[in-house]
């Protein structure tokens, strides 16, 4: 499948946020493929690679409204995920400071990690 849209939304977190959407999604004959969700700051955040059949805004319309969410949706050609081998992971303790993030993932991308 290649059809997929990308469907993001973002507000405030509070209970129910990814049940409201699965649910309209579900019901309206939309599928999940890969989602991706995060809190950030008080924040919610949650990505989701989504296919069905006419317009997805309308179905989530009410949903988003009622929860006081913000929603973003665009047109992406592309599959669900393969998992490349080897898969590996880095994580960095330290003392926090500017710029560690971005020297980091400098410093991988020129080796030709991919951050996933």
Do not use: C
Not at 4 to 17: E, F, H, S, Y
Not at 31 to 46: D, P, Q, V, W
Not at 65 to 77: R, T
């Amino acid at each position: 499948m290649n059809d997929w849209k990308m469907l993001t939304l973002v507000g405030a977190d509070q209970p129910g946020i990814v049940g409201q959407v699965t649910n309209a999604l579900y019901r309206a004959g939309w599928n999940l493929g890969e989602a991706s969700m995060i809190r950030l700051g008080g924040n919610f955040t949650i990505m989701m690679m989504v296919t069905g059949e006419g317009v997805v805004e309308p179905v989530l319309q009410p949903v988003v409204d009622a929860l006081g969410l913000h929603m973003h949706v665009d047109n992406i050609a592309g599959s669900l995920h393969q998992h490349v081998v080897p898969n590996i992971q880095v994580r960095v303790a330290g003392a926090d400071r500017a710029g560690i993030v971005a020297q980091v993932t400098a410093v991988l991308a020129e080796q030709g990690f991919n951050i996933l």
